[in-house]
């Protein structure tokens, strides 16, 4: 079980850097950075706050990688965070229409790949219970 441990470790560490990369992109670069819009101060600030969310559970994933089989609780907390961050997005794509390709991907990670991740999170931190 510590290779698959080990393993998971590494994924989430890799996958992290997806809201790391893109909540300091946008924090520098602001919504003008994506889609080369302008678009209102508060807008400008609203979209930047939001990236340095981004940017913060990104942090707080690659906070639970060295112990993670102990992290299960804040595992689970980001994770419902990014989902609800997806289904936002959901409601969006019904109401708006589909976005581009790098958003979809993104929605793709928000409903599909970390859920994923904490249900083996999850089957990691059960087998060190039943070791210990």
């Known amino acids: 079980m510590d290779g698959e441990r080990r393993l998971l470790q590494r994924v989430v560490a890799v ?5 790391v990369a893109g909540g300091l992109y946008g924090v520098l670069f602001g919504p003008a950075g994506i889609s080369g819009d302008r678009v209102s ?8 706050y939001l990236s340095g969310l981004l940017l913060g559970i ?7 990688v060295p112990a993670i089989e102990q992290k299960t609780t804040l595992f689970r907390f980001l ?3 990014v989902l609800l961050g997806g289904l936002g997005r ?7 229409g589909v976005p581009s390709l790098t958003m979809l991907a993104a929605l793709g990670m928000e409903l599909g790949v970390t859920p994923l991740l ?5 089957r990691i931190a059960n087998a060190r219970d039943r070791v210990s």
Not at 41 to 48: A, K, P, Q, T, W
Not at 91 to 96: R, S
């Open 15 to 19: 996958a992290a850097l997806v809201p």
């Open 41 to 48: 101060v508060s807008g400008d600030s609203h979209f930047r």
């Open 58 to 64: 990104g942090i707080l994933f690659w906070a639970t």
């Open 79 to 81: 994770t419902l965070v």
């Open 90 to 96: 959901l409601v969006g794509l019904w109401l708006t």
């Open 118 to 122: 904490c249900l083996w999170q999850t």
